[in-house]
């Protein structure tokens, strides 16, 4: 699968700030104590796991903060399923360079890597249902944009990047407005014609007043089965349903099963397991 890489400019100040994290006040003390500046190393960021490859521009960016000499080779690529001991890049050149990016390239790649391991699990669950797998905005602050950009790679879809790309009527929106139609009123009021307005619904009532009002997609919110197979009638194509709540690998199936168009899953990006990865020597 081909994946369209992140430009840049949106990873290099995540790589950066990382970088500056890590080397404090006096730079990679252990390397300097250590490794003479002219002594070279080549080594290869190995998979210790199976998963999906998300993130590799990551190890080339570290370095070219540190020495933009170190060749960087990718051996696999983003979106690509290795298996565990898989070779997923190899770097050449100076020693203290490759050593004092390591952690911050581990750290970005391996989070990276889990969050589309675990968004491919979620995919593959529900093949052949016709529903898609979306993230949310229960993102890392400050790496969301590589975060979704994870889930790309893991075959999933992203949901809104922020509160300015789309309107999203949840419940406090409601309880502040008095009703969901009230709410939908004063959103397609406001909203530009390139603004969807989707609504959060937690009953078969509410989904009616919806649904009255013309909303672009609805949320079903902790739906039991039941009741989301009654939506799916009752709204029988007339908007983009969304289900959401709780939904686990365990039941993603069932819940993509009632016909629903899109599950929204935070655990994608919240409660990913890191991919282990690790860097190895290459002797000779």
Same mark, same amino acid.
């Given at each position: 699968?081909?994946?369209?890489?992140?430009?840049?400019?949106?990873?290099?100040?995540?790589?950066?700030?990382?970088?500056?994290?890590?080397?404090?006040?006096?730079?990679?003390?252990?390397?300097?104590?250590?490794?003479?500046?002219?002594?070279?190393?080549?080594?290869?960021?190995?998979?210790?796991?199976?998963?999906?490859?998300?993130?590799?521009?990551?190890?080339?960016?570290?370095?070219?903060?540190?020495?933009?000499?170190?060749?960087?080779?990718?051996?696999?690529?983003?979106?690509?399923?290795?298996?565990?001991?898989?070779?997923?890049?190899?770097?050449?050149?100076?020693?203290?360079?490759?050593?004092?990016?390591?952690?911050?390239?581990?750290?970005?790649?391996?989070?990276?890597?889990?969050?589309?391991?675990?968004?491919?699990?979620?995919?593959?669950?529900?093949?052949?249902?016709?529903?898609?797998?979306?993230?949310?905005?229960?993102?890392?602050?400050?790496?969301?944009?590589?975060?979704?950009?994870?889930?790309?790679?893991?075959?999933?879809?992203?949901?809104?990047?922020?509160?300015?790309?789309?309107?999203?009527?949840?419940?406090?929106? @409601?309880?502040?407005?008095? &009703?969901? #139609?009230?709410?939908?009123?004063?959103?397609? +009021? !406001? =909203?530009?014609?390139? $603004?969807? *307005?989707?609504?959060?619904?937690?009953?078969?009532?509410?989904?009616?007043?919806?649904?009255?009002?013309?909303?672009?997609?609805?949320?079903?919110?902790?739906?039991?089965?039941?009741?989301?197979?009654?939506?799916?009638?009752?709204?029988?194509?007339? @908007?983009?349903?969304?289900? &959401?709540? #709780?939904?686990?690998?365990?039941?993603?199936? +069932? !819940? =993509?099963?009632?016909? $629903?168009? *899109?599950?929204?899953?935070?655990?994608?990006?919240?409660?990913?397991?890191?991919?282990?990865?690790?860097?190895?020597?290459?002797?000779?």
């Amino acid at each position: 699968m081909t994946i369209e890489p992140l430009p840049d400019l949106i990873i290099q100040p995540v790589v950066r700030g990382a970088l500056v994290e890590d080397l404090g006040r006096a730079g990679d003390i252990t390397a300097q104590a250590c490794v003479p500046a002219d002594v070279k190393l080549t080594a290869d960021f190995v998979a210790r796991r199976g998963g999906v490859v998300a993130g590799l521009s990551v190890i080339r960016l570290a370095l070219a903060e540190l020495d933009p000499t170190v060749r960087v080779d990718d051996l696999t690529a983003d979106g690509q399923v290795v298996t565990a001991g898989a070779t997923l890049a190899r770097v050449s050149g100076s020693a203290r360079a490759v050593l004092t990016a390591e952690r911050t390239a581990l750290n970005i790649l391996g989070r990276l890597c889990g969050i589309a391991t675990l968004t491919q699990d979620f995919v593959d669950a529900v093949a052949g249902t016709g529903a898609k797998i979306t993230d949310t905005r229960k993102t890392t602050p400050g790496l969301r944009a590589l975060e979704k950009y994870a889930v790309r790679c893991g075959g999933g879809i992203n949901h809104r990047f922020g509160l300015d790309d789309a309107i999203l009527i949840k419940d406090n929106h @409601v309880a502040a407005c008095g &009703s969901v #139609g009230e709410a939908i009123r004063r959103a397609k +009021a !406001f =909203a530009g014609h390139l $603004v969807k *307005v989707e609504v959060e619904v937690d009953s078969l009532l509410q989904l009616q007043e919806a649904l009255g009002n013309d909303p672009d997609v609805i949320m079903l919110d902790n739906f039991t089965l039941d009741d989301m197979r009654e939506a799916v009638k009752l709204v029988d194509r007339r @908007v983009t349903l969304e289900a &959401s709540g #709780g939904i686990t690998l365990d039941t993603v199936r +069932a !819940f =993509a099963e009632t016909g $629903v168009d *899109v599950i929204s899953v935070g655990a994608l990006t919240h409660s990913a397991k890191v991919l282990d990865i690790g860097l190895d020597a290459v002797e000779g």
